[in-house]
């Protein structure tokens, strides 16, 4: 039975210490992870976003080459509420 425990406190150690070196590398790397994983997205934003906008956006519709007339004043008679304040 004491051999049974030895066995679980040795591998309760190496589980502990594993999960605290794990931690302790990740501590001192950060900056390098943020940034590598800064560059991915970077990368995969800068490959989707030309076809995003491009189905996002409506076609430009071309100028006119020439407009209609003048829209006519009110007049009260066109509408009897124009002018009375």
């Known amino acids: 039975m ?4 030895n066995i679980l ?4 150690t ?7 070196g ?3 590398y990740v501590y ?6 943020l940034d590598g994983v800064k560059s991915q997205v970077m990368e995969a934003v800068t ?9 996002a956006l409506p076609e430009i519709p071309s100028m ?12 009260p008679d ?3 509420n124009v002018g009375l304040r």
């Open 22 to 24: 794990g931690g302790l």
């Open 28 to 33: 001192l790397n950060r900056a390098s992870i």
């Open 14 to 20: 190496v589980v502990s210490a594993s999960v605290v």
């Open 64 to 75: 006119p080459s020439s407009t209609g007339d003048v829209m006519p004043m009110p007049t």
């Open 47 to 55: 490959g989707a976003l030309p076809g995003m906008v491009d189905t």
């Open 78 to 80: 066109m509408n009897p």
């Open 9 to 12: 406190a040795i591998a309760s």
């Open 2 to 5: 004491q051999k049974i425990v």
